[in-house]
């Protein structure tokens, strides 16, 4: 079983549409995915009409963006339902804050010379409302102001560098809440970039079982294997399941393609066990 529970479509910073993505993961042997696009449910119905015509298993999924202290965190909903009012009402109150703070980015970015970004961002954003600091990126490299997305990412779009806004995203309570309330399992995101010391990282998993978390990332494309097992230690002693997932965005666009998800470390409770 080839299994990949984190990915992305144009109905957020994907390069690739639903259908696209599902039949990519076909191609490459996938036989479960979850699409996980961020605050945004969207894809869900056109990747299960595809996902039916291929015959992949395909798993509800999103990435809900969270603020919790000072560090922005990714929460991942597994088995979500997607019709669930209060998750639907929440994604859409932090659409509406992107589009907020993508004039505030622009602003800054307009502030260190570089000028039209907002619009420029906007022509990358098929999904009129969710415009990530992907968009941003895409941008700023065809204006010649760096030579890649990671370039970008490295000068600008992240603290202290120009385009970079602090941001009021969902609170971790309320986002665990949405995907529980929903029927679905939360898992923690990449654990592994998020800027925290041991003492933080146990502080947040602490709060995430209290609130209900069911699993952490363990495998993905922003770990190294060396993390794989760090974070599968975490897991296990936090009384965690644990996940695995590419977060593929498009060929030629971060480290792993879609179902490009090495086997979790032994002694793991996958989280898929139940699906
Ligand atoms: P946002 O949710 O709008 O703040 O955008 C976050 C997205 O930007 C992530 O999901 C990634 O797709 C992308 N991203 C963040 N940091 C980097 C990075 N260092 N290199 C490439 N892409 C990044
Ligand atoms: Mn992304
Ligand atoms: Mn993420
Ligand atoms: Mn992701």
């Known amino acids: ?13 994907g390069l690739l549409s639903p259908a696209e993505l599902v039949e990519r993961a076909v191609l490459r042997g996938v036989d479960m995915l979850a699409l996980t696009d961020h605050d945004e ?7 299960r009409a595809a996902a039916q015509h291929w015959g992949l298993r395909l798993i509800d999924g999103v990435e809900i963006s969270v603020q919790w202290e000072e560090t922005t965190l990714h929460i991942v909903g597994l088995n979500v339902d997607a019709d669930h009012a209060p998750l639907m009402d929440g994604l859409a109150a932090i659409r ?6 993508a004039q ?15 619009e420029g961002a906007r022509r990358y954003a098929k999904n009129p409302e969710l415009l990530s600091r992907s968009h941003f990126a895409r941008y700023l490299v065809e204006a010649g102001h760096a ?17 970079y806004v602090p941001h009021q995203w969902a609170a971790l309570k309320d986002a665990l809440g949405w995907i529980a309330g929903s029927g679905g399992l939360a898992v923690l995101a990449h654990p592994g970039r998020y800027p925290l010391n ?30 794989f097992v760090v974070w599968a230690r975490y897991a296990k002693r936090f009384g965690l399941r644990a996940s695995a ?3 593929f965005h498009g060929p030629g666009e971060g480290y792993r393609d879609v179902g490009n998800v090495p086997v979790l470390p032994a002694g793991c409770d996958p989280v898929w066990s139940g699906f």
């Open 245 to 247: 997932g590419s977060d």
């Open 41 to 47: 449910l969207a894809g869900l119905e056109a990747a």
């Open 104 to 118: 505030r980015m622009a602003d800054s970015l307009n502030a260190a010379g570089i000028t039209g970004s907002l």
């Open 198 to 227: 041991q003492q933080q990282a146990e502080k947040l998993l602490g709060e995430f079982v209290e609130l209900g978390g069911a699993a952490v990332e363990v495998v993905t494309g922003s770990h190294t294997p060396e993390e």
């Open 147 to 163: 030579r890649d997305t990671n370039a970008v990412f490295r000068n600008y779009l992240t603290p202290g560098k120009p385009g």
């Open 96 to 101: 509406a804050g992107r589009e907020q703070r």
């Open 1 to 13: 079983m080839k299994i990949d529970l984190h990915s992305h479509s144009t109905c957020s910073d």
